[in-house]
Each structure stands twice: as C-alpha cells, then as structure tokens.
C-alpha cells in the first residue's frame, strides 16, 4: 500500500546542497519534503577535507549558519600552498575572505536540523527512493520506501536530486552524464596533536604530481589527507596508517604528523572518477555532486554544494510561488534554464581545467611560471588566492596573474626558474 502526498518541491538528500535548498525554497514560501536515505539524524559524509571555500561564505551567511558553525569550533582560514619554489602565503591584504573549515560530523547535522526546523520543510529520514513519477514528459514526483518497506509517493512541482556522487536520481531520470579519468587515490584522517605552522590557515603541498594537506578544524584536531598518483598504491594499500604517516612526515616543511596521534583509521577512496551531469531536466534539477562530482584535490565540493543550492533556490523560489498552473509551470521551466545558465557560467570553465589535472600529469610551463612567482610577489598571489578559492574565474585569473608573473620574473631576473625547479615538489591545490 502507497502513500499519497503533495509538496511544492521533493528534495532527496539531505546533506549541505539537499538541507541548504530546503531551507532557501522553505523561507521562500515552498512547501518542502526533504527526503534522507539514512534514519540517523547525526549521520554524516565520512571520507571529505570538510574545508568550505570563501567563495561559499556569502551563502552561509545567507543561511544564517556561519555563527553556529563559529560556536561549533569551526576556524576561519586561508589557504598556504607550498610548491617546487617555497610557500604560496595568504596575502595581508586579500581581496577575498577567509573559508570556513569544521568537520562533517558536527557540521551535516548543523545545517540538517536548520533545515528541519525551516518553516514549510518536512525532514522524512530513513527514505529511499527507487522510482521517479512522470506526467506528461516531466519529473513530477517520487517513490520512496521506508526502513520497514512501506511505500511513499511524493508528487511535487520539482525534484531536486542532491544525492550526490553517484546520483541514483540522476541515474532515475535519465540525464545525460560525462566521465572524465582520475588518476590519484586520497587517504586521510584526523590527528590530535601540535598544530601545523600557519595554522588555522590549511596548508596544501603540490608534490608534482602528487598532493598532500593539513587542515586545522575544530577540537584541536588536524585532518592530514594525501592524494597521490596510483602508482604508489599498493603501500596504502597493505598499510594505509602507517603510509599515511610516512608520506606526510616525509614532504618539505613536513607538519608535526610523527607528534600527533591519529584519532581514527584513515578512510580511502581509490575511484574518484570526474561526473558530470546535466544539472536540470523537465521538473528536476540536481545541485552539489549530483550535478558535478569532481576532483576533490581542489576542495570545492562543499562549497559547491552550498552555492549550487543557493543559485537553484534564486532560480526557481519565484515560480514555485506562483499557483500550480500553466503560468506556473512556464515560470518554472524559465528558473530552471536561469540555474542552469548560472551553473554553466560559474564552474564550466573551473571544471575543465580541474578535468585536466586530474589525469595525474605535472605542472605545465604556464602554471609553473604562475605558481614560481606567486611565491615571492604579492600581486600573483593574490590574484592565485581569489582564484583558488574559487571567487574568480580562469579566464580572469589568467589575464590578471599572468601578465603579472611575467614582468615579476623580469624584475626578478628570473626567468629560468620556473622552468628549472625540480619536478619532485607540487601542484596548486585551490578550490
């Protein structure tokens, strides 16, 4: 037996996208079934760096939650990035704020219960979905099943699938999707022990071609994750603690990880291939890894998150105010092409190039000649720090910094050293 009900908008998921859209379509006035596939209020996404670029805070402010998260223990920071040259240091007088870094255990319960408690939303965990309801060429609703198997159907003027890498929605309705190759696996765990130097700035070294971090977060706690190329698998593989360990205390400038003790296993994932989808169809729309699920060296995927459910709410919040008619649903179609068109405009051109590093290569000559002058002149930095953390595109960044790089290497007198440094350093890890 199924039952039968109406919302303005069923969102499955309720993780950072799935919780932020319900709370943006709920204080626009939509009546919203956030759906959850795990009964457990508290659970959380285990394996993420949790470091939420600065171009989300706008969101987060937004929300409401940039203060919660503060007396969760949350730090503000910036991102120190050590390449073949030296240190990429946080400019003093950036023209982008801090990001926000707290883990995912404290944080995906946070914005889950504000969302609960949003007027006009219904948290509904426990819920998994296994068929998506079509009238007329359109996504119209859900059908979901509880833990003990009893059938809900959902009917609603928009489905949003924020159900993240691997999207069983996405999969459900069919859209188009494009794969793009990933070459190096991540482990990574928390520590408890000194701090890193620079923090609560993250601290990310590009290991040319491989990658290594130390996010400061809160509870005194660091998360120490690596990212190498799959060749150097099968040691994580038979000792994961121990490799985790060895290959962090063995980088330039290595961080107190030999004075620290782990406070769990670490956590791997070996297959992170890039998926990309169509973010909407007739009546769905998918936000966070649903939409993009990428490389996650850059650590964009909880802002992402965050900003991609914003840019859905401004899309569609007027339109699911309107009355459930043909005005309505061409109203709807036209804010689903607006979240789309913004989607495209803000990560296609980020994703790309994320695409290309992610294949395991080295530094190219250009990025090696960016990221050497970074190092010691503040106006490449700068401009590398907006857009690392993602508050400025790769076209602009491109005409910026590298014009800039350029005359800093003449002055400098020196020109040969980016192409001279060793390859067994970094590359860039910015969002």
Sequence with gaps: MSN???FDAVIVGAS???????????RAGARVALLEQRPDEKAYKRICSHY?????????????????????????????????WGWIEPA?????????????ELLDPLIRSAAAETPGVELMLGQTVHELVHEDGSVCGVRARDT????????????????????RVAKLAGVR???????????????????????????LWLLDPDMAAAFPTDNGLTFYAVMPVKSRLERFRKAPAEALAEYVAGIPDAPPIRES???????????????????????????????????????????????????????VSDALAEPDSQ????????????????????????????YDYAGGRNLQPPERLLFSAATYDPGVARVMEAYGSRNIGPARMMASAMPRALAAHLRHGLGGRAHGASSSAVPLAGQ
């Excluded at 950072?16 to 709920?26: F, N, Q, R």
């Excluded at 003093?92 to 995912?104: F, Q, W």
């Excluded at 405009?345 to 980020?350: D, F, N, P």
């Design 261 to 315: 003790e782990p406070v769990g296993p670490p956590e791997g994932k070996i297959d992170m291939t890039n998926v990309a989808h169509d973010p909407t169809a007739p009546g769905l729309a998918l936000v966070g890894d649903a939409a993009l699920a990428i490389d996650p060296l850059w650590g964009v995927g909880c802002g992402w998150a965050l900003q991609s459910a914003q840019w859905l709410a401004d899309g």
């Design 4 to 6: 039968s009900r109406d």
């Design 327 to 354: 005005r309505g649903d061409s109203a709807l179609e036209s804010g689903l092409k607006r979240y789309r068109r913004k989607h495209a405009r803000a990560l296609s051109g980020h994703a790309r190039m994320i």
């Design 148 to 167: 003990s198997g009893t059938e809900l159907t959902l009917r609603s003027r928009l489905v949003v699938g924020a159900d993240g890498r691997g999207s």
């Design 52 to 84: 939420i670029q600065s171009s989300a805070m706008s969101t987060l402010e937004r929300l409401g939650l940039v203060e919660p998260m503060m007396q969760a223990g949350a730090l503000r920071s910036r991102p120190r990035i050590h390449v073949p």
């Design 177 to 203: 999707e494009r794969r793009h190759r990933h070459e190096r696996f991540a482990y990574g765990t928390y520590y408890e022990g000194p701090p890193p130097d620079g923090s609560p700035d993250a601290s």
């Design 92 to 104: 003093r007088k950036s023209t982008v704020p801090a990001g926000i870094n707290l883990r995912r």
């Design 16 to 26: 950072l996208a799935g919780s932020a859209a319900a709370i943006m379509l709920g």
